[in-house]
């Protein structure tokens, strides 16, 4: 007997994900992190109502999930002054982006996106045979003209961008995101990745129309809610657009528990401004740090500071390894020249004086490898 064969494109990808999580870390290493600051998760957790909310339905998780997330799809609409049939509901930013392209994307349809941008966007294009196509960063920015350009050029279906940015924490303003809007080919998506907007004022993000043929905007619970294991997220879009994910979604993806979750969060106001104070004064610390020792932090617009090492990807390679090495759970851009920083999550005052510590040691272990 033998095993059938996998699909040619299955078997032409690699067995990986788009990250190692820092649990894989803690097994290869052996122990647990003393300060989890790389995934731009929040430390300061949920809202104590999501918290009550998670407790009081843990004995309900028998039931599935409404399909229709029928209630927080009337909630989120609510807030961004949409209709519900605008909102789609999936499991985090990254579920959503699966279906997008499974939904746009056939084997070889040029997709662009931006070089050193969120690779789990390009693991869900490759997966469906995608073919990638990439521009370089502006300095620290997404460059909208260059994307454009490259859409134009090779016919993109669909084109990426996420703003305020990750890995680099750059925000494009909104009449950079408008203009580019305003400028999209003629049978182009922009998929613009939101999953920080919570941490900008709402007058500084772009006004887009929901009804918009060509745009989705993704946002999630994982960062300024403090919900990243409930794996919640959201898209604003067109109603034939979001209509068109009931065809290719899963329609229990979404657990009871975490919708019932999320509406909790959304009422909770003074728990998410809390949450933005708390992340300011963090990353301004950070920062300071990063001074005294001669590193720049860049400037950001989410929960997290990439700190400019002052040489290249391989000593800022090494001064991650050592900070890995001292139980300091860190992440660094992926490609150069973005990655002569090492990015640093908001954490607890705790988190950073352990950060504080072993940050100039790992600055001295890579001076001394360089």
Aim: hydrophobic share 45%; proline share 6%; with cysteine.
């Amino acid at each position: 007997m033998s095993t059938p064969p996998l699909t040619p494109l299955a078997d032409s990808l690699p067995s990986t994900v788009p990250f190692v999580g820092p649990e894989a870390q803690e097994r290869q290493l052996e122990r647990a992190f003393l300060a989890r600051i790389g995934a731009n998760e929040s430390v300061f957790g949920p809202s104590p109502l999501v918290i009550e909310k998670i407790a009081a339905l843990a004995g309900d998780v028998w039931r599935y999930g409404d399909p229709e997330s029928f209630a927080l799809k009337a909630a989120l609409a609510a807030k961004h002054a949409v209709s519900p049939e605008q909102i789609v509901i999936g499991e985090g930013i990254d579920g959503i982006l699966g279906n997008l392209v499974r939904l746009f994307v056939a084997p070889g349809v040029p997709v662009v996106t931006s070089e050193g941008a969120y690779p789990t966007f390009n693991y869900h294009v490759a997966g469906f045979g995608g073919r990638l196509e990439k521009v370089a960063f502006k300095g620290d920015y997404e460059d909208p003209e260059t994307l454009l350009a490259k859409a134009r050029a090779v016919d993109a279906r669909l084109v990426y961008l996420s703003n305020p940015n990750n890995p680099m924490g750059s925000f494009l303003d909104r009449a950079g995101i408008e203009a580019m809007v305003a400028d999209l080919p003629d049978g182009c998506l922009l998929c613009l990745d939101e999953a920080y907007a919570d941490f900008v004022d709402a007058d500084a993000l772009p006004a887009i129309s929901a009804d918009h043929p060509q745009v989705i905007r993704m946002r999630t619970f994982s960062k300024a809610f403090g919900m990243a294991g409930m794996r919640i997220g959201y898209a604003i879009t067109n109603a034939t657009i979001a209509d068109a994910f009931n065809r290719v979604r899963n329609h229990f993806g979404v657990n009871s528990v975490g919708q019932a979750a999320a509406l909790a969060a959304l009422e909770d106001v003074k728990h998410q401004q809390s949450v933005r104070v708390a992340v300011a004064n963090s990353l301004a610390r950070i920062a300071e740090i990063a001074a005294a020792h001669k590193c720049t932090a860049l400037p950001t617009h989410t929960n997290f500071i990439a700190i400019d090492c002052g040489r290249d990807g391989v000593f800022a390679g090494h001064v991650l390894s050592s900070l890995v090495e001292q139980g300091i759970f860190v992440r660094m851009p992926g490609v150069a020249p973005l990655n002569r920083c090492i990015r640093v999550s908001a954490g607890t005052p705790a988190d950073i004086d352990l950060f504080e510590t072993a940050f100039p040691k790992a600055l001295m272990a890579a001076n001394l490898q360089d």
